[in-house]
């Protein structure tokens, strides 16, 4: 596990961009793993400019997200479709065709998490972009997720959803429940890259870095991947001293 500490949130996006930008130019047929949260969103506007730029094009690329809430109606915009769309689909040349989100609207959830891991397992993404929840989940794998499962339907810890409650008006609105890509799909990626910020995040960072490989921390799996960039600021390692 390679570990870069950059001075803010802007310098983390910039590096995280600079294996990205690698990536898309050496692999224009590749497929991104995409992740939500506010973390990777500087990665994202990187990612624009460069396309906006002539630098890099999606003409070809695939992409394949985590996760997404179970039972927001489509188009609600605390919907993992309606961000990825607004934070980066929307502004590049990507056939929106080829960007995969789970449905949490599914009528037989069941098949539609089968379906995902089997879309996965054919898609194995050259990259997979990760956040970290401040308690070590990645995705939504919560703490206790074996580290063998797929995609699957978790009930999300009390923590997580105060966590994500500020996108919401009131905690009440965020769902109970989720789709998720398990902690073996995201294994499968070629190459991992985690981007977190923040004082919030620094016991989830050592813990993953530097903490034994256990479900209590599901990014601690981390440790048993060949190809894993964590890129953080100084908060978010402070621990790692
Ligand atoms: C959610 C997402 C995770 C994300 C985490 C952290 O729980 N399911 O994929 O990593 O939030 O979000 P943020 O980057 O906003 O701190």
Wanted: hydrophobic fraction near 35%.
């Amino acid at each position: 596990m390679r570990i870069i500490i950059e001075k803010d949130y802007q310098d983390i996006g910039k590096t995280a961009n600079k294996f990205m930008r690698e990536l898309l130019i050496n692999n224009p047929n590749a497929t991104l793993g995409l992740a939500t949260g506010s973390s990777p969103v500087g990665l994202y506007k990187e990612m624009i400019a460069d396309n906006k730029a002539g630098i890099t094009t999606f003409k070809n690329i695939k992409t394949v997200n985590l996760d997404e809430y179970v039972g927001l109606p489509e188009g609600h915009d605390q919907t993992y479709r309606y961000f990825m769309n607004d934070n980066l689909f929307n502004h590049i040349d990507i056939d929106k065709n080829n960007t995969r989100v789970p449905n949490g609207m599914a009528e037989n959830l069941e098949n539609a998490c089968k379906e995902y891991t089997d879309y996965v397992a054919k898609n194995i993404p050259d990259v997979q972009i990760l956040g970290i929840g401040s308690n070590g989940h990645i995705a939504f794998n919560e703490p206790g997720t074996p580290f063998d499962a797929h995609t699957h339907i978790v009930t999300l810890k009390e923590g997580t959803r105060q966590d994500n409650a500020r996108f919401f008006s009131s905690i009440d609105e965020v769902p109970t429940h989720a789709i998720t890509m398990g902690i073996a799909d995201i294994m499968q990626a070629k190459m991992i890259i985690l981007v977190a910020n923040g004082i919030g995040k620094s016991k989830a960072i050592y813990d993953m870095a530097k903490g034994p490989i256990t479900t209590d921390c599901p990014a601690s799996i981390l440790q048993s991947h060949p190809n894993v960039v964590v890129i953080i600021d100084e908060s978010a390692g402070y621990l790692l001293k």
